[in-house]
């Protein structure tokens, strides 16, 4: 018996498209089935600027395969000298729907990130009145704080502080991976969301280190313990609105990788919803799959949930690359480490 599932057309609350030939392998991956994405700002150098960010939907734009239909929900990367005007007029135009915090040199591209929150209080209460989404990376940087910790320790030392000196400040705590960030969000009111990968929902720390490191596991914020998988899996099929998907699928080339000094992120695009579907099947929810992937990430935003719907099915094994090619650039796909039988129709 083949079982079907028909859900509003997902969008991605956190996805890296990259640039250049990267961007032209992994845009159509997520546009076959999102259709729109917030799109994180870290480039080499950072989408700072309104200007920056117009010029890099233009590129997105320009990358789309004939066809395929996605909007690229645009970001500016919070620095220090950030002008809160231009962060005004990018958001009253509507060109960007969230500013990103990165934690100076808390993850990929954060070197421009912020050090000193005092310098940035005045752009988050222009944001607060305008209502713009700050979207956090929620990661403390300093070396004495164990890298598990990192997440729990911004929680309470920069997060909670920085909300209740900006009131009205709406917020996402992107990519939670700790049982103290889905409590932290769901009892944070309206204007706290959190968005969860795919990938944090089926790999706990062990999956990334016994038998052997496995660099395609490797993401920041890094797996945690199992108990926090579990708070995870929770949180995202319980139906709280104030969770949904982010996928931060973050593509990088094999050979950075598979490196001595790997880099961080988890390339989920190609079958995330495969993946989601499996999960969600799993925790006895697939009636709350189109919460999570197509109805939470839009009531916090502001913005109308998509018309359109995609149709899941169950069934035989489904196939998927294990690499998608950019440039010269093997990529490889997440693999979730069991069998999929989930497959979106085209
Ligand atoms: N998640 C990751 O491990 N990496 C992301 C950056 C980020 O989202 O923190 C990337 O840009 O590669
Ligand atoms: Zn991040
Ligand atoms: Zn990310």
């Not at 899941?312 to 480490?337: C, H, N, Q, S, W």
Request: hydrophobic residues 40%.
């Amino acid at each position: 018996m083949t079982q079907a599932l028909i859900i509003p057309r997902p969008d991605d609350w956190h996805l890296h498209l990259r640039d250049g030939a990267m961007m032209a392998a992994v845009l159509p991956e997520t546009a076959r089935h999102f259709a729109r994405a917030i799109i994180m700002p870290n480039l080499v150098p950072p989408v700072v600027t309104s200007g920056d960010a117009r010029a890099y939907r233009d590129r997105i734009l320009a990358a789309l395969p004939e066809g395929m239909r996605f909007e690229p929900l645009m970001t500016l990367y919070l620095t220090e000298d950030t002008d809160p005007e231009d962060l005004a007029f990018a958001h009253e135009s509507g060109l960007i729907r969230a500013v990103k915090l990165y934690p100076a040199g808390a993850t990929t591209n954060s070197a421009s990130g912020v050090r000193d929150f005092d310098k940035v209080r005045g752009v988050l209460e222009r944001m607060a009145e305008i209502g713009c989404v700050l979207c956090v990376h929620g990661e403390v940087t300093q070396g004495e704080v164990d890298i598990f910790d990192r997440e729990a320790v911004f929680i309470d030392t920069v997060l909670d502080p920085l909300r209740r000196a900006v009131p009205g400040l709406k917020v996402v705590m992107e990519h939670i991976t700790t049982r103290e960030g889905a409590d932290y969000a769901r009892s944070g009111g309206p204007d706290l969301g959190a968005t969860i990968t795919t990938h944090h929902l089926v790999i706990n720390r062990n999956h990334l280190l016994v038998g052997g490191i496995k660099p395609h596991y490797y993401c920041l914020p890094v797996a945690k313990r199992e108990e926090h998988r579990l708070a995870l899996r929770a949180a995202a099929t319980s139906g709280d609105p104030s969770f949904f998907l982010g996928t931060d699928s973050a593509p990088h080339p094999d050979r950075l990788k598979e490196h001595a000094c790997g880099c961080a992120g988890c390339f989920t695009a190609t079958n995330t919803l495969s993946i989601l579907a499996h999960v969600f099947e799993e925790e006895g929810a697939l009636d709350r799959l189109a919460g999570f992937t197509s109805q939470n990430g839009p009531a916090f935003y502001g913005l109308p949930q998509n018309t359109e719907t995609i149709t899941l099915r169950k069934g035989g094994p489904v196939r998927y690359p294990e690499k998608i090619m950019a440039g010269e650039d093997p990529v490889t796909v997440f693999d979730p480490g069991f069998p999929l039988h989930w497959s979106v129709d085209a």
